[in-house]
């Protein structure tokens, strides 16, 4: 009887059957398709306004571009691989683009993708919590946060290069840290530990703690607004703002945990199931694909760049109709509210709010509710005067 089962473990290795690369193979060119696609956008955004750009906008362009890094290195090799476009006989595989250059090009890509997410938490952060440090906030100090972080990720990914740690070859045509070796060197088990703690952990840890300071904040300042008393936009911003935290927590914890837990599983001795080692794999590559998705587009100002770049420009619907929506930008934390007779959403902690009404619009800038309330203008301004991050 044929065997139908995609992934067939053989005695001494365990090899991918042809339904089984094909499906690996698929899934890396519906992944590489996506974050060019994404990735490319946000770039040719960026550097269209470049000389526009505030100094957070810079981290998203490094994020953009170590994302596409991913993409490119992480992607191309294995597909190359899978459906053996060079029949075997590939001098570029073999001799140039060889398991040493691919294993460093996709770790290093990766960590600036970890360390810049990172960094972009901390900023908000500091931009919704610490408003005192926000000065701090300029493209000296982000351009020096840059060099920082491709440096550090030089570093890990380097040293495998000259012996601390090693780079291996998997079936599925891409190459990775060789955890296995931890098992029997105490100089590789130590690499694997303190890149697990330094490039995952303390990342985790820092992201986690910024969102959730963010949200503590906002309810916070929702309740000393009105004495205590909560209405129901405010309730309903806190469940968006939460919503949006929680989205780049969990994004960040389901593409990279698998592949930790593994990597680490593996360095202390245990045996890992080959297959959860090669999903492992896959699940962390993802988080290329839906990064510029997830941290540019639910940003307002990114999709009005965005229609416009690509001439299809349409008006801001009627709020006219919809008082009570709240709508919480994934970067600025801005909120929109429908206000009667307005055309559109007002950015409620826009210093330029006032500037940008017409002589003819009626109503008040923000709702009697929040317009009494200068602490929670002043937390709200504190969300959104950042642009686009």
Not at 36 to 64: S, Y
Not at 272 to 288: D, E, G, N, Q, R
Not at 338 to 367: A, C, H, I, T, Y
Request: contains cysteine; charged residues 15%; neutral net charge.
């Amino acid at each position: 009887m044929e065997d139908t089962n995609i992934f067939r473990p053989n005695v001494s290795v365990y090899r991918l059957s042809a339904e089984g690369e094909t499906a690996i193979g698929v899934y890396l060119l519906i992944l590489g398709w996506l974050s060019c696609l994404g990735n490319g956008v946000v770039i040719l955004l960026l550097v269209k306004q470049r000389h526009n750009l505030e100094p957070q906008d810079f981290l998203t362009l490094n994020l953009a571009v170590s994302d596409a890094g991913v993409a490119i290195f992480g992607y191309s090799r294995g597909i190359l691989e899978v459906f053996n476009l060079f029949k075997d006989d590939g001098l570029l595989i073999k001799t140039i683009w060889t398991c040493q250059v691919d294993g460093f090009l996709i770790m290093l890509f990766g960590l600036i993708s970890i360390n810049t997410l990172t960094s972009i938490s901390v900023i908000r952060y500091i931009k919704g919590c610490q408003p005192s440090y926000a000065h701090y906030n300029n493209h000296c100090n982000v351009a020096v946060v840059i060099v920082a972080v491709w440096l550090c990720a030089l570093f890990w990914s380097g040293a495998p290069l000259v012996g601390w740690g090693s780079y291996t070859a998997r079936k599925y045509g891409t190459c990775e840290i060789d955890w296995v070796q931890a098992r029997f060197s105490v100089s590789y088990r130590l690499y694997v530990i303190l890149i697990f703690t330094f490039n995952f952990f303390i990342p985790f840890v820092v992201i986690w703690f910024s969102y959730v300071s963010i949200i503590r904040a906002v309810n916070n300042s929702h309740k000393s607004s009105r004495g205590g008393a909560v209405s129901e936009r405010e309730k309903q911003m806190e469940r968006s703002i939460t919503t949006v935290s929680l989205i780049l927590c969990s994004a960040f914890l389901l593409a990279w945990s698998p592949y930790a837990v593994i990597s680490m599983w593996s360095a202390c001795g245990h045996q890992v199931p080959p297959l959860h080692s090669i999903l492992a794999s896959l699940f962390a590559k993802s988080a290329s694909s839906y990064n510029p998705f997830i941290y540019l587009g639910l940003n307002s100002k990114f999709r009005q760049d965005f229609r416009a770049q690509f001439h299809c420009l349409r008006p801001n619907p009627d709020l006219s109709h919809r008082p009570d929506e709240v709508q919480i930008d994934l970067d600025i934390m801005e909120v929109n509210g429908g206000v009667d007779d307005l055309d559109s959403g007002v950015e409620l902690g826009s210093e330029r709010g006032g500037e940008e009404r017409g002589e003819n619009q009626k109503g008040p800038l923000m709702p009697p509710m929040i317009a009494t309330a200068p602490s929670h203008r002043l937390f709200l301004r504190k969300l959104s005067d950042s642009g686009r991050l």
